[in-house]
Every structure is written in C-alpha cells, then in structure tokens.
T-cell receptor
Framework: DVKVTQSSRYLVKRTGEKVFLECVQD?????MFWYRQDPGLGLRLIYF???????EKGDIPEGYSVSREKKERFSLILESASTNQTSMYLC?????????????FGPGTRLTVL | GNSVTQMEGPVTLSEEAFLTINCTYT??????LFWYVQYPGEGLQLLLK?????DKGSNKGFEATYRKETTSFHLEKGSVQVSDSAVYFC??????????????FGQGTELSVKP
C-alpha cells in the first residue's frame, strides 16, 4: 500500500519564524511535489523535484524554498513565515516520467501563522 | 495558459440522486484529465482519469468522458451515497513540463449528500 506521510497535521507558528514541513514517501518515486490548498483556488504548485537534489519552481514559489537530499524525503521551508502563508500544504509523489501516472498525496499540514 | 474551471459548490443532494459536476479546460496539445477526491480530513486520491479524446474513466460508480470537441470532462454518478460527501477536483496534466508532469487543478467542488 502506497504511503505519503507529512510530519504534522496541524502547525501554529509566529510571523518571522523559520518553518520546516517534511514529507516522506515509501514508494521509491522520482517525482515529489508541494502544493498549497486555499478555498476557491484549488491546489497551486509551489515546487517540485524530479530527482535527488533537483528542484523546479512551480506557480507560486515566492517565500518558499525546498530541499531534497534523499529520494524519499522532500522538505518545504518557509524562511520567514508570514500570515499570508496560512494555508493547507499538501505533498505528493509520482513514479516515472509520464504525466499520466497517478500522484499520491499525503494527508496535508494545516499551517497557521499568527 | 492552461487552466481548469469547475462548477461552483457546494452541491447538496439527497441520497440516490444523480450527480453531475461540470469541468471544462483550456490547454494546448492533448493533456490527460483527472478527477481527484478529498474526503474530510484526508489528502487527495485519484478517482479516475482519461488519457485521450473519447476515453471514459470510471471508478466506484463515477464516470467521466474526455470530450475534446467541448473541452470538457464532466463527472457523473447515477446514484450518490452519503459516503460520497467530499471535495472533488478536476485536473489536467501540463505537457509543457518535461520533468515532473505538473497537474493543474480546478478550484474544487464540495459535495454534500444528505440521507
């Protein structure tokens, strides 16, 4: 059974803090993704990675960075959290290089920045 | 650019009613189309997909047909159950991304089924 896990379900941080969101997949997938989900906007891609140490910007990378040191782990970093980064963050992974393959999602981290 | 538009929710139905959630898209080339579902408190999971024109994806009683002429991928189910209450997302694969295969999502449609 495929599994994508995220380090926290709920997180509360203060403005200006550095925040780490961790994602781990156990499927040996090459591709991993970070999205944020906001009401009325659907999911928007922040960053993705198609291999270890490789990363590509998505649609809304500003204020975020990522790290992929190991194949199974993809971290999202908020260098200095701001209130407009309060959101649901979803990690996903996908094997292979075909866009038709399924993306598997983690349960999400609901981040509140005060 | 590529985009996906879904009908706005929330949609409220009685059990055993017929469901249609409209989805239209704008894309260059021939993207693959997906429906993902998010049950309360969970991440998204793939419901069904279609990879070329006139393909029909189906799963758990849900169906959607890839209509290139109308650029649509409407989700249908003949008889909904309370357990179908969830948020449904239509998505397409962005073929301009050579690595990764980015998905572009619609805004989501919340479905609530009452007993």
């Amino acid at each position: 059974d495929v599994k994508v896990t995220q380090s926290s379900r709920y997180l509360v941080k203060r403005t200006g803090e550095k925040v780490f969101l961790e994602c781990v997949q156990d499927m040996d997938h090459e591709n991993m993704f970070w999205y944020r989900q906001d009401p009325g906007l659907g999911l928007r891609l922040i960053y993705f990675s198609y291999d270890v140490k490789m990363k590509e910007k998505g649609d809304i990378p500003e204020g975020y960075s990522v790290s992929r040191e190991k194949k199974e782990r993809f971290s999202l970093i908020l260098e200095s959290a701001s209130t407009n980064q309060t959101s649901m963050y979803l990690c996903a992974s996908r094997g292979g290089g075909k866009a038709t393959d399924t993306q598997y999602f983690g349960p999400g981290t609901r981040l509140t920045v005060l | 650019g590529n985009s996906v538009t879904q009908m706005e929710g929330p949609v409220t139905l009685s059990e055993e009613a017929f469901l249609t959630i409209n989805c239209t898209y704008t894309a260059t080339g021939y993207p693959s189309l997906f429906w993902y579902v998010q049950y309360p408190g969970e991440g998204l999971q793939l419901l069904l997909k279609a990879t070329k024109a006139d393909d029909k994806g189906s799963n758990k009683g849900f169906e959607a047909t890839y209509r290139k002429e109308t650029t649509s991928f409407h989700l249908e189910k003949g008889s909904v159950q309370v357990s179908d209450s969830a948020v449904y997302f239509c998505a397409l694969s962005d073929l301009s991304y050579n690595q990764g295969g980015k998905l572009i999502f619609g805004q989501g449609t919340e479905l609530s089924v009452k007993p």
